[in-house]
Every structure is written in structure tokens, then in C-alpha cells.
């Protein structure tokens, strides 16, 4: 990435198929509202509760679904800005791919598994038609990412991201771009990178463990069925399992906070995806245990139900602060201004004469 950029073809059709992802789950989220008997429902949907539609049919959307429409309206909107690196949106973009792809892998048998008879067939076409076209645009994003990149022209780079120096006759003046900071132009600083790392990395880990201890509660067999989908954990057409959403959560979030890590260039925006979701994640248990009354009685719970809210709170917490910390700006690029500092002669591989003296260390007169 460090060496090449998208071109202006790349980002606008990064763009347009951002803005399609976001149309089809505004789609599906205008078809709740219009189901619900009252539009509050959709809200209490989201939030975890069960309200019954204003029909029989099923609900199709889940909290994550209006996180996933803001998200791809912003990252479209970043690409079609030319003031926003290359860097930044090539990670923007495999992101979003990301995120959608491991949330709507499991729909892909799910809507199409024999203990969903039971609902209009051709509600379930439709939605398993959405997940495969939103699986589809996802592998568009990777592949816009992947072929829509050209060299930036800069004759590559020289230690701390700035440009690398050509041969310049011996003698000359020139402009030194000011060092703009360690790493990368577009990687985030040590200090944000690291809290990043460590805020990420805690929570994913947090959410893994929960989900190994239900693999060793429930069973591998039971397990299973809130892995890859059963009739008994089914909330929403677009809702993964609720097991395979903490999975791919916690991937998520390790992913990013390995990046973050290593300061790569795309680790911040696969940061603030990270850290999005599982600030809906957790909001959601959250919101949850309020409408049952859970949170109310925290201090009379069993001890693993206090250790599900800690965690849910703990969760939100780090997603919080993960997203504050990512949304840091990054190192900038290193570019020469007018008000750049002068060196004569000082360039590291500039052409010089055989036994030439070292240049003055001040200009001769008349200079």
C-alpha cells in the first residue's frame, strides 16, 4: 500500500458499491418498519427484545444492520474525497468487506435450511438473494482494492515514509521535507497504536473466552447449533447466529488489534470497524438485561451471570475508547513546503566529483 494508491476509477467504484451494500440494507430496514405495529418495535428489536410484527412473518434486520448501512454511507463518502489517503480508504473499503462477509457468510444455508419451512418462501428467496449479493459486492470491494491500484510516482520511499532522495549534481540546493514522524504516512502514532492494541486485543479476547466456555457448557453438538444456526436460536433473516456473530466479532477485533499493533497503514480504519461492532455488541447485552431487570439486580445475580454484564460493560468500554483512539489523526505524509529548511549538498547518494572537498558549511558569498 505504501508504494501505490487507488486511482480515481477505483475509488468511485469502491464508492458505488459501498452505496449499494448501504440501499439494500436501508431496504430491508424501511420493510421492518413497515411490518412493525409500531415503529418503536424495530428499536426494540434491535435493543434484543422480541416484539411480534404487525403480520405473521419474521423480522429481517438486527442491530448490526443500521451500523453496517452508516458504515458503508461513510466509507463511500471518504472515497469520493481525494483529500482522504489512499492508504485510509484502500483500508476503509477492506474493512467494510470484512465485516460484511463474515456477518452474512451463515445466512447463505441458513435461509435455506429445512427448519424455516415454515415462513414465506418467497421472503426467504429474497433474503438468502441478499446475503449472496452482499457477499458478492464484498468480493468486488477486495477485488477494487486489489486490481485498482497504480505505483504513486514517488520513486519509492526513504527511512520514516518520506520520499526517497535522487541524484542531484554536487552543490545544489534543495528542499528537505520536514519529518513528519515515524512510520508510514497514514499509520497511526506508537501511543494511539498501542492503547488501540491493547483495547482491542482485551476485548477480543473476552468475547473468545466467553465463547469457549459455552463450548465446554453447552456441548460441541449443542454448540453447533448457535454456530452455524438452528430454529431455536433464529431472531431475524439477516441476523447470523448468535455464537458465529461473537466469533467473527472477536476475530475482527484481534485482526485490528494485531494491525494496530504493527502499525500498519489500514490498521485504524479496521480499528474503528472493530471497534464499532463491538460497541453495538455489547450495548445490545447490555440493553437486554435492563428490559429484564438483570442490571437492577446485579448484586443478587449468580456470579457468571455478573461476569456476562461485567464483560458486556467492559466490552462497550473498550469499544468506546478503541474508536476515540483510532479516530486519532495519523503519521501525515512528508511533503516539501515553501517553508521547508535548505541543505547544501546534504543528500544521501547525490552525484559528486572524485576527490571533491565536502560542501561549505555556509553558502559563499553572492549565493
Do not use: N
Amino acid at each position: 500500500m505504501r508504494d501505490s494508491v487507488l486511482t480515481r476509477g477505483a475509488r468511485g467504484l469502491g464508492a458505488l458499491v459501498c452505496l449499494l451494500l448501504a440501499l439494500i440494507g436501508v431496504g430491508w430496514i424501511i420493510r421492518d418498519l413497515a411490518i412493525a405495529q409500531h415503529s418503536a418495535d424495530v428499536g426494540r428489536l434491535w435493543l434484543g427484545e422480541a416484539p411480534r410484527p404487525g403480520e405473521f412473518t419474521a423480522w429481517a434486520t438486527s442491530a448490526l444492520d443500521p451500523l453496517l448501512v452508516l458504515g458503508a454511507l461513510v466509507v463511500a463518502v471518504a472515497a469520493l474525497r481525494t483529500a482522504v489517503a489512499s492508504t485510509l480508504v484502500t483500508g476503509a473499503l477492506l474493512s467494510l468487506a470484512a465485516a460484511t462477509a463474515l456477518l452474512r457468510i451463515p445466512l447463505v444455508w441458513m435461509l435455506g435450511a429445512g427448519w424455516l419451512q415454515g415462513l414465506d418462501s418467497g421472503l426467504m428467496a429474497r433474503a438468502r438473494l441478499t446475503a449472496l449479493v452482499q457477499l458478492a459486492l464484498a468480493i468486488a470491494l477486495i477485488m477494487v482494492c486489489a486490481a485498482g491500484r497504480r505505483r504513486d510516482g514517488t520513486g519509492g520511499r526513504g527511512a520514516h515514509g518520506l520520499p526517497a532522495p535522487e541524484s542531484a549534481p554536487y552543490g545544489v540546493v534543495r528542499a528537505v521535507p520536514l519529518a513528519a514522524g515515524p512510520g508510514a504516512p497514514g499509520s497511526p502514532f506508537k501511543g494511539p497504536a498501542v492503547t488501540v492494541a491493547v483495547l482491542l486485543g482485551a476485548a477480543g479476547i473476552a468475547v473468545t473466552g466467553w465463547e469457549i466456555h459455552w463450548w465446554a457448557q453447552l456441548g460441541g453438538e449443542i454448540y453447533a447449533k448457535g454456530l452455524f444456526g438452528d430454529a431455536s436460536v433464529f431472531r431475524a433473516l439477516l441476523q447470523p447466529p448468535v455464537h458465529w456473530q461473537a466469533v467473527a466479532l472477536a476475530l475482527l477485533a484481534l485482526g485490528a488489534g494485531a494491525a494496530a499493533l504493527r502499525r500498519t497503514v489500514w490498521s485504524r480504519p479496521a480499528a474503528l470497524t472493530a471497534a464499532a461492532l463491538l460497541c453495538v455488541h455489547g450495548a445490545v447485552a447490555l440493553a437486554f438485561a435492563g428490559h429484564t431487570g438483570k442490571l437492577g439486580r446485579f448484586a443478587v445475580l449468580p456470579v457468571r451471570a455478573q461476569l456476562e454484564l461485567g464483560t458486556a460493560g467492559f466490552v462497550v468500554a473498550a469499544g468506546l475508547a478503541a474508536l476515540i483512539a483510532a479516530a486519532r489523526p495519523g503519521v501525515p505524509a512528508a511533503v516539501p513546503d515553501t517553508d521547508a529548511a535548505l541543505a547544501y549538498g546534504a543528500a544521501p547518494g547525490e552525484a559528486r566529483p572524485p576527490h571533491a572537498p565536502p560542501p561549505p558549511s555556509t553558502l559563499p558569498p553572492g549565493w
